[in-house]
């Protein structure tokens, strides 16, 4: 098993920014593949973004340009890096690995929220 644990999440103002952290547990997270997705109210799951072991970063349209994916695989962190944030990115965002490498997600953290003010 592995224990994934998000943070940083909060209520920002549109145009603000803020950093997201997932810490995970186990001993062979930089062999993992992690991923970044959201939910919010009403809507399906969607991506975010995602990072191989090798630090290769992967972004949803919506998101490109504006969040940096990146890891720590001395901390066994992943972060997500958000800026210029908009009203719709308002979700409860998951962390999530992917140890098979084939996006199939197969443990998830319990989310933090995000909440961004027009």
């Known amino acids: 098993q592995v224990l994934l644990t998000e943070s940083g999440g909060g209520l920002v103002q549109a145009g603000g920014s803020l950093t997201l952290s997932c810490a995970a547990s186990g001993r062979t997270f930089s062999r993992y593949a992690m991923g970044w997705f959201r939910q919010a109210p009403g809507k399906e799951r969607e991506f975010v973004a995602r990072?191989?072991?090798?630090?290769?970063?992967y972004y949803a349209d919506s998101v490109k340009g504006r969040f940096t994916i990146t890891r720590d695989n001395n901390k066994n962190t992943v972060y997500l890096q958000m800026n210029s944030l908009k009203p719709e990115d308002t979700a409860v965002y998951y962390c999530a690995t992917d140890r098979t490498g084939r996006a199939e997600y197969d443990y998830w953290g319990q989310g933090t929220q995000v909440a961004v003010s027009s």
């Open positions: 990072i191989t072991w090798s630090g290769y970063t």
